[in-house]
């Protein structure tokens, strides 16, 4: 004889175990005091008053009518206070068993008892069991694991689920189908380019038709004028800028000359170009590529509109062969859609690419990918307890994606360019999280301490808690702060505000750095750019300045004009000075003894010598100053600092809009000055700068310029490397080496004595050696171990309940929670290294007190729990990438919480109208969608399970979601809104109806809208 | 022009419930209708909560203290010239001692009027540094972290839902904040128009159905909601039950008056800050000219100020300035019986840090408007002048870390229960449980400031 097919089984166990069921319909707890009609634990005369409340004034009927039937009739009737008030008051008659303590009815009848809350003690029952493990240790029941349960046993399913290596995920299809729809696979490579962006290329305007040899290497453009990428007007994404081709013409022509060595030395070749909207690429005369070009005569507009922002890439790996030893030549007509199109942009880039050997790269498009990977995960993994734990200390060592998504985006390279567009910069945060997330689903449940270490040096968290901002002498406090209240020890337990102060000099010199992938996790690893700088103007003598009393060169009506900064002003009655120039905070060569409470403004000037501008690699100003400055170049403004953001252009020498700026704020800001190469003239350049002060008042001025030709050397890893890792590094200069007492006094004191600067390794491990202590404390086991309680078994246990009730007032229940409680920690110190999570979760599923009826459906879900749970129960087909959404207005918009406490796991935080709403709506939504990668297949569904009617359907959901546990009441509530339209008149519910369908959607709905769906 | 309230009340039950077919719970509209209009002479307050510890000392800058410095606060000092400046209106609050930040400008009609009090150095003690923790005690009216019940949550319990006021309270906030938290189950929504059930109006009245014994037994979901709670009694199930009522509740009040911060015309010269922020101030005004609501609670966030504090800081400023003003225009008509406090979590070290932000630390700033605030001409800054802070006090605690508190927020609260609601010493005590506990340990702290008259 065969195995009966699956669904057919599983309503068969099912109905084996409710047959069981039906004999007593008080379900679950089925406990009661007899005569406690108003279930209150005792049987006094309000019990009477209660029961003739309802049986005359039409009160509510009591939650257990087995206890209102005073005298076990079998019936609640007038009979029932009467017994009751004479047991009360004269003592004739007793109550019948149970009497007044809790107990089961030895009588069969047809009264139930749905609640009798004081009795609930003592373990649930084999079915309810099946509804809570799959609630608790996975994201809700589906078919499929509850007849799995039914096939193994409660207790090999928790083991099974304790070691998830044994469950096999290679055949889960939708689980594997779904995550790998969200990833996208790249094999890594190195680029060495061979033209880089910001290069100075020839360009020529396409007013008239080149020669047609314009794309040769033969050809001379020296009468075509010099510029640096990107080139193009509009959209303020150039550097420099045609700002007469709007309206004048629609082509530019570019040609850039570079050297190859040995063209067959190229792996492969790729022309990464960043453009709006067409362009044609010749190498060496010969097309390479074409994109939205048609004609390409020179007033002939482009084919179609592309807007710039993401760079593409053209393979041009077959075109090798066109490039000869020593010099070539790449040549680009760019186009654009019309005359008076707003913008247009080229910025081509030459690669020469190796791919690497190895394993492909995995990664997220970006944080959407990530968000619903957790849910696809949660909904469809079979290692259900690995997830749930996994999403648990995700939310534990929480961290801002939008945080590190903004650092990202504030980063430049070395060259002071954007080291990324804002969408590389999401990609990239996003993929931390994901590496992080990962790393705590995959050891969810391993060593506590392994997870604190990773958390730590994870460049989300060192990003997110400003642990990078943590440098000697200018502590940041916020990570510290967090990983003792937050991660370990937990508020104010066992720690005081000096030791918050004294554990963040351990910090100090944590960073993060790019790093090639094999470097990542190395603190030390050599991750610094390599560059050449030929300094060309250095600190120190050379500069004429003149204290701004007036302005310099005043215009008509003394309005300011920059004849100062001009090439050609003689500044031959100006002082002679040596950078730094200004006065008091002792940075200054050239002190102005005499400025405070005189004037505002100094203005600078310096002669540079460049005897070819077009050889320059990059031109870079760095710059320290105080507190505001404008930089000209030959008389145009080249850069000028944030603080002078809303000053005048150019600004008077009494301007008094500037915002203060501090010489040690931050590093010397730096400038790209590639743009303005075009501006510079073969010998003799004018650097001019214009220095202010915030007020008169103000105790200082500062004004530290150098500026440098830079040579980026090859094998660096920038910070918009999109093959670099972003790693943990330790900064030796900037951690504080001083000694440091932590818990000072405590028998869990940690002495860190003074070590020699800038040992590295002696540096880091003074963090290391903490997060080793915080990771072993019983402190932390404490902590942790109710975390997992609270987030396991009930809320209820705070440990302020713990350490302020004494043990013997306890509830039993409670006691049971605290028992637990001194399991865990027991536990914890048992395992080598302490605090292994496999062997506390052991413990806490296999306790009294998880499968104590106190414990059962006790826990409000959190929207993660909810939505994971009802796309579970319906087994719908999810890509989850809609989630968001709903996440967002239930108030839970997991990997972007401001906060770094987590989301709280207590029931209260959830049960909120708005959020309601939106549980509701996710039901509704899921059940009336036809979106293939969000719908509930409802027919197969309706088939698989064998259900047709009203009453099938209700049954199959009462049984599967509810242990069984709706009443006739809840029932009958249900057969009316399934057999009514809407306006609740009959109308036949019958699958050959056209409107079946959707009433069975709008029925289910319903059904997962109840109070209970709620809790888990 | 202005819209009568009984003009826009005809209209909103006209035209939006009946005409549009969204009469989800005729008939009992009208009656319901009439149940949730403003009720005449009951007082109204609105809380505005700073979530992440606002720095105190740059909004309301205490001149006076030589500490207050360059050297202290190297990138975030405000000079005296720049809140003298009169094209930023001046923000000198003329006690030769305290300013406001001149991006605050905006409140000083308010202030010159003698409608808004500044209260500073507001704190207990025994100060938590944790955003959580502060805030779960500032909400919850005691040092209690776990108590999940908020102090305004036990008030409405305690006074307004006990006067039969059916829509006493309400968080306009996509989560419920702690304040408001508690037994009594008080709705929250961020944006009213979107605050409804998918369907048509016949279907989501379907879906809803009705309450138990509302004209027959409960059906649909307002029929679970309301009839036996047929499953055990665990910590969460009864607000659970009641909260789902409460959302049928409120959509429906929110339809029938057509609250939509995105078609409200406010009164002439009310000037709403933008963003969400500003659609949560106008979703409350529109409540309070419009329902029986009193107490309302709104969140901006953004107050942690770490690192690059000055131009962050200086927007959050001008849109608490911007709501004040607005507020005091837009309510005119209920601003005798209107008080708008904001309220955060602590203050911000008195020292700017190593990246260009402040740290977490004490005693915090709370502003109050209303009819009711104490119009004394010498005195509407409270706890910041030559009387009361002395010279250097903005290093007063801690190792001269932080600025110490001199008045107890529960005592703040407590003249708000008593002098602007008309509650007595024992609703106090219940609301704030521990007001005396905490009375007894810091008699000094609890001293009455009389910012209300």
Not at chain 1, 552 to 568: E, K, Q
Not at chain 2, 107 to 126: Q, S, T
Request: glycine content about 10%; proline content about 5%; some cysteine.
């Amino acid at each position: 004889m065969g195995k009966p097919r699956r669904t057919q089984r599983v309503v068969i166990l099912l109905g084996a175990l409710l047959v069981t069921l039906a004999l007593t319909p008080a379900r679950g707890a089925n406990t009661f005091i007899r005569g406690d009609s108003n279930v209150s634990g005792v049987v006094d005369s309000s019990d009477a008053v209660h029961t003739l409340s309802h049986l005359f004034l039409g009160g509510l009927p009591s939650s257990c009518r087995d206890a209102a039937d005073s005298n076990d009739d079998g019936s609640v009737d007038i009979g029932d206070p009467v017994h009751t008030l004479i047991y009360l008051f004269r003592g004739t008659l007793q109550i019948p068993p149970p009497g007044i303590v809790c107990g089961r009815d030895p009588t069969a009848d047809a009264l139930g008892c749905i609640s009798f809350s004081e009795c609930e003690q003592g373990p649930i029952d084999d079915l309810a069991k099946i509804g809570h493990v799959l609630s608790r240790l996975a994201y809700g029941p589906t078919m499929t694991d509850v007849e799995h349960i039914l096939d193994v046993g409660v207790d090999t399913y928790i083991e099974e689920q304790l070691n998830p290596q044994v469950i096999d995920e290679t055949d889960n299809d939708e689980l594997n189908s779904r995550m790998s729809a969200l990833i996208t696979e790249r094999q890594p490579s190195t680029d060495t380019r061979i033209i880089s962006p910001n290069e100075i290329w020839r360009f020529r305007k396409g007013t008239t038709a080149p020669p047609t040899s314009w794309n040769t290497q033969g050809f001379d453009d020296s009468s075509w004028t010099p510029g640096a990428t990107s080139i193009g007007y509009g959209d303020d994404d150039d550097v420099t800028v045609l700002d007469d081709m709007r309206n004048n013409y629609v082509t530019v022509y570019l040609r850039k000359e570079f050297e190859v060595a040995d063209p067959a030395a190229i792996d492969r070749l790729f022309l990464s170009v960043d453009y709006d909207d067409g362009f044609v690429a010749y190498l060496n005369g010969t097309q390479g590529v074409r994109e939205n070009v048609g004609s390409t005569a020179y007033n002939a507009t482009a084919s179609g509109g592309h807007e710039a922002g993401t760079p593409v890439d053209f393979d041009l790996t077959s075109r090798i062969g066109l490039l000869d030893p020593g010099t070539n030549v790449l040549a680009i007509q760019a186009h654009n859609t019309s005359l008076g199109s707003s913008d247009l942009t080229i910025r081509p880039v030459l690669i020469d690419r190796t791919i690497l050997p190895g394993p492909p790269i995995r990664e997220y498009a970006g944080i959407e990918e990530v968000k619903a990977s957790q849910h696809v995960r949660g909904i469809y993994s079979r290692r259900q307890l690995q997830v749930v734990l996994g999403d648990f200390w995700e939310n534990h060592f929480t961290t801002d994606f939008d945080k590190v998504a903004e650092h990202f985006n504030e980063l430049t390279n070395s060259d002071a360019n954007d080291a990324m567009s804002g969408e590389q910069a999401r990609r990239e945060a996003a993929n931390l999280e994901a590496r992080e997330y990962e790393f705590f689903l995959e050891n969810a449940l391993g060593n506590f301490g392994d997870l604190l270490r990773y958390s730590a040096t994870s460049a989300t968290m060192l990003i997110y808690l400003d642990n990078i901002l943590n440098f000697k002498g200018n502590a940041n406090e916020n990570y510290t702060r967090e990983i003792l209240e937050l991660h370990s020890y937990g508020v104010d337990n066992g720690y005081v505000q000096k030791d918050i102060e004294e554990a963040a000099g351990t910090f100090t010199g944590w960073g993060v750095c790019k790093v090639l992938p094999e470097d990542l996790g190395d603190a030390h690893s050599d991750c610094g750019v390599k560059f050449e700088d030929d300094v060309l103007v250095d600190l120190g003598a050379g500069w004429k300045y003149l204290k701004g009393n007036a302005e310099p060169t005043p215009g008509p009506l003394g309005v300011p004009t920059l004849d100062w900064a001009a090439i050609d002003f003689v500044d031959s009655a100006w002082l002679n000075g040596s950078t730094g120039i200004g006065y008091g905070d002792g940075d200054d060569a050239t002190v102005l003894g005499d400025m405070r409470n005189n004037y505002l403004s100094v203005y600078l000037r310096r002669e540079i010598q460049i005897p070819d501008p077009l050889a320059l690699k990059n031109l870079i100003m760095e710059i320290a100053y105080d507190d505001g400055f404008v930089a000209y170049l030959n008389g145009i403004e080249v850069a000028r600092s944030e603080s002078l953001e809303d000053a005048g252009s150019p600004p008077p020498f009494d301007e008094d809009n500037v915002d203060g700026h501090e010489v040690d704020d931050e590093p010397p800001e730096v400038f790209n000055l590639n743009g303005f190469i075009g501006i510079l003239k073969p010998g003799k350049n004018v650097l001019a700068i214009h220095m202010l002060n915030t007020n008169l008042t103000s105790s200082d001025l500062s004004c530290l310029p150098i500026v440098v030709d830079r040579e980026i050397l090859p094998g660096s890893i920038e910070n918009g490397d999109p093959n670099g890792a972003w790693s943990v590094h330790f900064y030796p200069d900037r951690h504080d080496y001083g000694s440091k007492t932590i818990f000072a006094g405590k028998s869990y004191q940690l002495g860190i004595p003074t070590k020699p600067e800038g040992n590295p390794d002696a540096g880091y491990a003074d963090a290391n050696d903490l997060i080793d202590l915080l990771a072993e404390s019983d402190l932390t086991a404490e902590f942790i171990c109710m975390k997992l309680i609270r987030k396991f078994v009930s809320d209820e246990p705070f440990s302020a309940t713990f350490h302020q009730i004494p043990f013997d007032e306890l509830t039993p229940y409670q006691k049971s929670l605290a028992e637990l409680l001194a399991d865990c920690k027991a536990t914890w110190r048992s395992t080598t290294p302490k605090g292994n999570i496999e062997a506390i979760m052991r413990n806490i599923l296999t306790s009294n007190a998880f499968f104590d009826s106190g414990s059962y459906r006790s826990k409000v879900k959190d929207p993660l729990e909810f939505i994971n749970s009802t796309v579970r129960a319906l087994d719908a087909s999810v890509d989850a990438l809609n989630f968001e959404g709903y996440m967002e207005d239930m108030g839970m918009h997991v990997f972007d919480r401001d906060e770094p406490d987590g989301w709280p796991e207590t029931g209260v935080d959830w049960i909120t109208t708005s959020g309601m709403l939106t549980r509701i709506k996710f039901v509704q939504d899921l059940n009336a969608s036809t979106d293939p990668d969000f719908m509930w297949r409802t027919r197969s569904f309706l088939a698989e399970n064998q259900m047709e009617t009203a009453g099938e359907i209700i049954d199959f959901f009462n049984n599967l979601l509810y242990q069984g546990s709706l009443d006739a009441e809840a029932r009958a509530r249900l057969v009316e809104f399934y057999e009514t339209n809407d306006s609740y008149n009959p109308l036949p519910f019958l699958p050959t109806r056209g409107d079946y369908e959707s009433r069975v959607d709008s029925g289910v709905s319903l059904m997962l809208s109840l109070p209970q769906w709620n809790f888990q | 022009m202005r819209v009568n309230r009984r003009d826009f009340l005809t209209t909103a039950s006209g035209a939006t419930a009946l005409g549009l077919g969204l009469n989800l719970f005729s008939p009992d509209i009208f009656k319901r209708r009439l149940l949730a209009e403003p009720i005449l002479g009951a007082k109204k307050l609105l809380f505005i909560f700073q979530r992440g510890g606002m720095d105190g000392i740059n909004a309301c800058i205490p001149r006076g203290d030589s500490e207050y410095n360059t050297t202290n606060r190297p990138t975030l000092f405000v000079s005296n010239n720049a809140v003298q400046n009169a094209n930023y209106g001046g923000t000198d609050l003329g006690n030769g001692f305290a300013q406001l930040h001149p991006r605050m400008a905006k409140m000083m009609d308010l202030y010159n009027n003698g409608e808004l009090a500044v209260l500073h150095r507001i704190g207990y003690r025994g100060q938590s540094r944790s955003h959580f923790d502060s805030q779960q005690y500032w909400e919850n009216g005691t040092r209690d972290r776990n108590l999940e019940v908020g102090m305004f949550n036990r008030f409405v319990q305690e006074t307004i839902a006990k006067q039969g006021n059916t829509f006493p309270a309400a968080a306009i906030s996509g989560g419920l904040m702690v304040a408001l938290r508690g037994p009594e189950p008080i709705p929250n929504f961020s944006s009213a128009p979107k605050f409804r059930l998918r369907g048509t109006a016949a279907q989501s009245q379907k879906f809803l159905g009705r309450k138990d014994g509302d004209g027959g037994p409960g059906r649909g979901l307002l029929g679970f909601y309301t009839g036996t709670r047929s499953f055990p009694s665990k910590p969460y199930r009864d607000i659970l039950y009641r909260t789902g009522v409460v959302l049928a509740d409120t959509m429906q009040t929110l339809q029938a008056n057509g609250i939509d911060p995105d078609s409200y015309v406010p009164e002439p010269g009310a000037d709403y800050p933008g963003g969400s922020f500003g659609d949560k101030l106008k979703q409350a005004a529109q409540l309070f000219k419009t329902t029986s609501v009193q107490i309302l609670g709104i969140n901006i966030g953004g107050w942690d100020t770490h690192t690059k504090q000055d131009k962050a800081h200086n927007r959050l400023l001008y849109d608490i300035g911007s709501a004040f003003s607005a507020l005091r225009v837009d309510l005119q008509d209920q601003w005798d019986d209107m008080l708008v406090i904001t309220m955060t979590e602590f203050g911000r070290t008195s020292k700017e840090n190593g990246s260009l932000g402040t740290d977490h630390a004490e005693a915090a700033v709370v502003f109050a408007a209303g009819g009711g605030v104490n119009p004394n001409q010498n005195k509407r800054v409270y706890n910041c002048d030559s009387s009361t802070w002395a010279n250097g006090d903005i290093f007063s605690t801690n190792n001269g870390r932080y600025l110490a508190h001199r008045t107890d927020f529960r005592a703040v609260m407590a003249e708000i229960f008593s002098k602007h609601f008309g509650d007595s010493q024992s609703v106090i005590d219940t609301v704030i449980p521990t007001y005396q506990s905490a009375k007894g340990e810091d008699a000094a702290g609890f001293v009455p400031l009389n910012f209300l008259s």
